[in-house]
């Protein structure tokens, strides 16, 4: 894999990925100005990294005006936990964590069996348990319009009810940079200042700035089923009875639960052969979470009840 011409091609979007960048730090201002107790949902994934960084250059070198929020599900990629937790301390940013175990322990929530159950949908009281806990008045996440249909609704500032619900039918309008932060008490906006970036941008990004990631998005050998994409095997999802595992050379694209999120052979050893990668796939980002392909509208059905 070469990667002169996409150097190159990342020089031609130099301008393009400052005028993204550009645009991100307004919102963080914007949000950070119109509203009272901000968070910022922090994942330990690529484009939660990069929101960090334009974060840093909104706000430093003083500190962030808001917290770092994380639901953790107990079946996050260790490899990731462990990069927040560092990433979070480097940054001297406090790190705020509400786990699903613990709802499940106290009989606050109960989990599903099955084998195509993951724990996405049991983070939706939790985080809204954390949002009335601290009283959060708008939460930054790191989606992006290119991930997912449902995603591609949300406005920049999308408004969220009493409830933490969203309605994709009752949105408000934006007109260029002009923002609506008005919330009554008890609502909330989600707010998402790399909503028009690609994953190519987060890239690009990530390289240009030659930010660190965690290791599981580069190459490495790892245990892994077929079941129309390769399945990492670990000690929550082991073979069915016929499977054949395999050790393949794999990364994964997006970082979700182990339970329900597949990986890709790979050879990509740094970002800027991602970048390539990503260049020429003709494969969804989203394609490779099980989650997302338990319904044509498994995202939406999520957002509206509070989904991040």
């Known amino acids: 894999m070469t990667t002169k011409p996409i150097i190159e091609s990342l020089d031609d979007h130099l301008e393009h990925l400052e005028a993204l960048e550009a645009e991100s730090i307004h919102i963080f201002r914007e949000v950070a100005g119109e509203f009272e107790r901000p968070a910022f949902l922090f994942s330990g994934g690529k484009d939660s990294i990069v929101m960090l960084r334009l974060a840093e250059k909104a706000f430093r070198p003083g500190k962030f005006p808001f917290p770092l929020v994380h639901v953790d599900t107990g079946h996050n990629f260790p490899e990731v936990i462990d990069f927040r937790d560092r990433r979070a301390a480097q940054l001297g940013e406090r790190l705020i964590v509400r786990s699903v175990q613990d709802w499940i322990d106290d009989g606050r929530i109960s989990e599903k069996a099955g084998e195509n159950d993951s724990r996405n949908r049991m983070q939706i009281p939790v985080l809204l348990g954390a949002i009335a806990e ?16 449902a995603r591609a ?49 987060i890239w690009m990004y990530l390289a240009k700035e ?41 990364r994964f694209r997006t970082v979700g639960d182990m339970t329900c999120t597949g990986c890709v052979e790979s050879p990509c050893a740094n970002a ?28 939406e059905d999520r957002k509206k009840e509070g989904y991040f």
């Open 134 to 149: 601290f009283k959060f008045d708008a939460l930054f996440g790191g989606a992006r319009r290119d991930e997912e249909k």
């Open 210 to 250: 030659n930010l660190e990631i965690p290791s599981i998005y580069y190459a490495h050998e790892r245990e892994v089923v077929w079941r129309g994409q390769w399945i990492p095997i670990s000690h929550l999802l082991e073979p069915k009875p016929g499977e054949k595992v395999e050790k393949r050379v794999v």
């Open 153 to 201: 609704k949300e406005r920049i500032l999308s408004f969220r009810d009493t409830h933490g619900q969203w309605d994709p039918k009752n949105q408000r309008p934006e007109l260029w940079n002009l923002y609506n932060a008005r919330v009554h008490l008890g609502e909330h906006i989600r707010a998402f200042p790399i909503s028009n970036w690609t994953e190519l941008d």
């Open 272 to 299: 800027w052969d991602i970048v390539a990668e990503t260049a020429s796939s003709r494969v969804t980002e989203r394609g490779s979470r099980v989650d997302d392909k338990a319904s044509e509208a498994a995202m």
